[in-house]
């Protein structure tokens, strides 16, 4: 088989460690001895060995002079495991496969010219762009200083998220809400505004069959004009961090002090337009958050898709009209002049769930 090939297989590993593995990347490793598969792995969680460890223990003496394939440079330095391209040469191997270079400047191609020093032969850049795909959150972090965003929203077939009088429960079908908890599950963080948390009370929590996994929860309130009793607020899980919210600088300190005792409140610029969501992001950066999933409401979803700093949109959209009227945009900002101004899917990918459809795609912008 051919190095893409089996690279495709390093990256389909890979993608088993899902929502496990923040804040290192994802990350799947085959060994090859004479076109013969003799170990594989892939990272589980932070903490626990490599891809390339456990590829190599499985692959044991039949590791020495084959190839290893991997989706992501292998390391050059001590954290919680030992430097994977140390074990690489003891293992003996011939030849090093990577996809792309680690964006991590602990990494920024050590583990690459540490393995040619070693007179391993080396050869990157293959199924590259799938690579930077999987793991694009961690690139994001690393390269840009900022999580990845993703918007997410349910609308009817005629681009609406609510109802004339604001109900948006069960837009879509059981297939939908399940996927969108898969969803939650991928990102570090959801995020919403003030106002789907007065009109639904969500809990924004990640709710699968036999997963138990914690996410932050992120409210945009400029007034933090919210419930204390709100459920964002209850503690389901003694390790969940508290709900961070965000508030117009300014806010009165009244209003902060109650929510102190479970939340964590930050004062953020705020403008006529809104807040300002590149400093959210740099916040949500510092406190270890690599991607954020954007659910709503159609303010806060257009005030992201207005900032420039959407890199994926998830859409989900029912077999139901809802009709104009009062009923909520997917999108609540100014309509743009004629088409051509507008944003658009790149890359999307469409798929259907029950009574349901979902889009997936990149963003590009007008």
Not at 66 to 71: D, E, F, I, K, S
Not at 241 to 255: H, K, N, S
Request: overall charge positive; charged content about 20%; hydrophobic content about 45%.
């Amino acid at each position: 088989m051919s190095d893409r090939t089996w690279m495709a297989q390093a990256l389909a590993l890979a993608a088993l460690g899902e929502g496990t593995t923040r804040p290192n990347p994802l990350v799947g490793c085959v060994v090859v001895c004479d076109g013969v598969l003799v170990g594989r792995g892939f990272h589980r969680a932070a903490g626990e060995p490599h891809a390339e460890a456990l590829a190599l223990e499985q692959a044991g003496a039949r590791a020495r002079g084959a190839t290893l394939y991997v989706n992501l440079e292998p390391c050059a330095h001590h954290g919680r495991t030992g430097p994977c391209s140390a074990a690489i040469v003891r293992a003996g191997i011939g030849r090093v496969v990577a996809a792309i270079v680690d964006p991590n400047p602990l990494v920024d191609g050590r583990g690459l010219k540490a393995l040619r020093a070693a007179g391993i032969a080396v050869t990157d850049g293959v199924l590259a762009s799938e690579a930077r795909a999987l793991n694009a959150p961690f690139f994001s972090t690393h390269l840009r200083g900022r999580p990845s965003v993703t918007l997410k929203a349910a609308q009817s077939l005629d681009g609406r998220i609510a109802a004339a009088l604001g109900h948006s429960t069960w837009v879509t079908g059981e297939a939908s809400r399940r996927y969108a908890h898969r969803l939650r599950f991928r990102h570090d963080a959801v995020l919403v505004g003030a106002g789907t948390v007065r009109r639904d009370d969500p809990r924004l929590t990640v709710r699968l069959p036999g997963v138990d996994a914690v996410r932050r929860r992120v409210v945009l309130a400029p007034r933090l004009a919210l419930d204390p009793a709100a459920k964002v607020f209850l503690r389901e899980s003694p390790g969940a961090p508290p709900t961070r919210i965000y508030v117009a600088a300014g806010c009165e300190e009244a209003e902060v002090a109650r929510f102190h005792e479970f939340a964590e409140v930050v004062p953020v610029a705020h403008f006529a337009t809104g807040f300002d969501l590149a400093a959210v992001l740099s916040d949500l950066h510092r406190v270890g958050v690599q991607s954020v999933l954007v659910e709503g409401g159609g303010k806060t979803l257009g005030a992201f898709l207005s900032s420039g700093l959407v890199d994926d949109v998830v859409l989900f959209v029912s077999g139901r009209f809802f009709g104009a009227g009062d009923a909520t945009p997917v999108v609540d900002v100014p309509a743009v002049a004629e088409p051509g101004k507008a944003w658009r899917f790149a890359r999307s990918a469409m798929i259907p769930l029950g009574q349901d459809v979902v889009f997936v795609g990149r963003l590009e912008a007008p």
